[in-house]
């Protein structure tokens, strides 16, 4: 029989340092309570317009014209349609963790996000910090929110 601890232990390995790398991003992290907020420009999501994502089912930037304030953070819409579906409802667009990435959540960590790795699952927006992380986070889905929704009240409150 074959041994294959080498592999398993490269792959553990492997994945504490990316877990390590998550956790050391963070310190470039600014949040205004517990929405993550891009430092360079002020906004949430990067200045991604969160109605887009269900609308439109793919990422659209927002526009400085189609702009909220909502929780003392700065959203922006890429139509005037989507600012006052956002209006209406923000719980309903609001994204999972504050923005944060959903994965590094899971493993009761801070991390921002790369805009076009997104998922939308019964209903929620969940961002991830690259799309290979996300491929990671689909791996085990379910795990992971269970996961992400057990540490972020806790996580929340280290954004504050």
């Known amino acids: ?35 993550n907020v891009s430092p360079a420009s002020g906004l949430a999501l990067h200045g991604y317009d969160p109605v887009a994502y269900f609308v439109n089912g793919e990422p659209r ?3 400085d014209v189609f702009r909220y304030e909502y929780q003392d953070v700065t959203w922006r819409f890429s139509n005037a ?17 504050g923005g944060f990435c959903a ?5 009761n960590a801070l991390a921002d996000i790369d805009p076009a790795a997104w998922t939308i699952h019964d209903d929620k927006l969940y961002l991830n910090y690259s799309l290979n992380v996300r491929r990671r986070w689909r791996a085990d889905r379910d795990l992971n929110i269970r996961a992400a929704d057990k540490f972020w009240p806790e996580l929340a409150k280290q954004v504050k």
């Open 103 to 107: 994965y590094a959540a899971s493993k």
């Open 1 to 35: 029989m074959k041994n294959t601890r080498p592999i398993n232990h490269a792959v553990y390995w492997m994945r504490l340092l990316a877990i390590c790398a998550l956790v050391a991003f963070t310190g470039t992290l600014h949040a205004t309570g517990s929405i």
């Open 61 to 63: 930037r927002g526009d």
């Open 81 to 97: 349609a989507n600012k006052q579906a956002f209006i209406e409802s923000p719980e309903s667009y609001l994204p999972q963790y």
